[in-house]
């Protein structure tokens, strides 16, 4: 059984940069999109970008001139980082592996298995 | 960017209910569409992926159908496991991944 579990601060400063892991279980990183999706307290989930098992990244036009996700298969993890935060970056974020696969190939959607998320407050 | 629309936001049902929720795409999008779950406190689960495929392990009383800009998604008889938030995302281009705003299905 494939497990998804996040860690990181659950408190970052205004102007600072926000570093969540996700570290994976029950099966490898080496396959398949391993992605990030946020959700602001009371509101609807926002998809954040995600890294494919060959390194591909690819981000939600909306953050990505802040984002960066990152892979570490020796870890089994890949990581997310969001820089120059403010208040409307306080969010739930998870992390979440797509294992759809067709004709050979695999795609970053739609979204198998999550993780628990983890508050993330921006806030001096 | 594709825009998505569910409809209605809030919807009030009693258990064995039929309910069906719409989600509409601001462009056609063919097939690409998935539905999730999510209860309170929760990481959303899958329901169905190509707008009609129904995940491992999902009760068969969920139901998806639809192509191009239409989509619903049909619990058949509604038990109370079900009173969650139901979200559609579309992956039109596989490239981005847009959430519905979501559908809280509450008990009437």
């Known amino acids: 059984q494939v497990q998804l579990q996040e860690s990181g601060p659950g408190l970052v400063k205004p102007s600072e940069t926000l570093s969540l892991t996700c570290t994976v279980s029950?099966?490898?990183?080496?396959?398949?999109?391993w992605s990030w999706i946020r959700q602001s307290p009371g509101k609807g989930l926002e998809w954040i970008g995600y890294?494919?098992?060959?390194?591909?990244?690819n981000y939600n036009p909306s953050l990505k001139s802040r984002v960066t996700i990152s892979v570490d298969t020796s870890k089994n993890q890949f990581s997310l980082k969001l820089n120059s935060v403010t208040a409307a970056d306080t969010a739930v974020y998870f992390c979440?592996?797509?294992?759809?696969?067709?004709?050979?190939?695999?795609?970053?959607?739609?979204?198998?298995?999550w993780g628990q998320g983890t508050l993330v407050t921006v806030s001096s | 960017d594709i825009q998505m629309t569910q409809s209605p936001s809030t919807l009030s049902a009693s258990v064995g209910d039929r309910v069906t929720i719409t989600c509409r795409a601001s462009?056609?999008?063919?097939?690409?569409l998935a539905w999730y779950q999510q209860k309170p406190g929760k990481a959303p689960e899958l329901l169905i992926f190509?707008?009609?495929s129904l995940e491992r392990g999902v009760p068969s009383r969920f139901s998806g159908s639809g192509s191009g800009t239409e989509f619903t998604l049909t619990i058949s008889s509604l038990q109370p496991d079900d009173f969650a938030v139901y979200y559609c995302?579309?992956?039109?281009?596989?490239?981005?991944?847009?959430f519905g705003q979501g559908t809280k299905v509450e008990i009437k």
């Open positions: 979440a592996r797509s294992g759809y696969c067709n004709d050979g190939r695999c795609y970053g959607f739609p979204f198998d298995y």
């Open positions: 029950g099966g490898s990183i080496s396959i398949y999109y």
């Open positions: 890294i494919s098992y060959s390194g591909n990244t």
């Open positions: 462009q056609s999008i063919s097939r690409w």
């Open positions: 190509d707008a009609s």
């Open positions: 995302q579309q992956y039109d281009t596989f490239s981005q991944g847009t």
